[in-house]
C-alpha cells in the first residue's frame, strides 16, 4: 500500500512563490506515475501537472504551464510542484496522487491520494 502526505502550503502574495513536496511511504511508489490536483471551495477538481515515474515525461494545465514544474527524488520517495508567479486563482487545496498507469493519474483517477495541503494566494 502506498501512503502519500503534501505539504508546503501556506498564505503567500500574488506574484510570489511555494513549493509543494509529496512524500510517499511504501518502496513501489518510485515506479508510479504521479500528478498535482487542486480543488477550491465550491468548485471541481482540477488537474495541474503530472509526471511519469522515471520523470522523463511531465505534464501541465495550460492555467500553469511556464510558471509551475513538477519534478521528482526517487530516492527520496517525493514528488515536488514548484509554483512560481502565483496568483489569485491558484487558492486551493492541492492533492497529491499516484498510480502505476500515467494516464490513470492524468484522468483523475490514480489510486492513491494524499490529504491535501492548503494553499492561499494573496491579491
Known amino acids: 500500500q502506498v501512503q502519500l502526505v503534501e505539504s508546503g502550503g501556506g498564505l503567500v502574495q500574488a506574484g510570489d512563490s511555494l513549493r509543494l513536496s509529496c512524500a510517499a511511504s511504501g518502496r513501489t511508489f518510485s515506479t508510479y506515475a504521479a500528478g498535482w490536483f487542486r480543488q477550491a471551495p465550491g468548485k471541481e477538481r482540477d488537474f495541474v501537472s503530472a509526471?511519469?515515474?522515471?520523470?522523463?515525461?511531465?505534464y501541465y494545465a495550460d492555467s500553469v504551464k511556464g510558471r509551475f514544474t513538477i519534478s521528482r527524488d526517487n530516492a527520496k520517495n517525493t514528488v515536488y510542484l514548484q509554483m512560481n508567479s502565483l496568483k489569485p486563482e491558484g487558492t486551493a487545496v492541492y492533492y497529491c496522487?499516484?498510480?502505476?498507469?500515467?494516464?490513470?493519474?492524468?484522468?483523475?483517477?490514480?489510486?492513491?491520494w494524499g490529504q491535501g495541503t492548503q494553499v492561499t494566494v494573496a491579491s
Open positions: 496522487a499516484g498510480d502505476p498507469l500515467t494516464h490513470v493519474v492524468l484522468a483523475g483517477r490514480g489510486g492513491y
Open positions: 509526471i511519469t515515474w522515471s520523470g522523463s515525461r511531465t
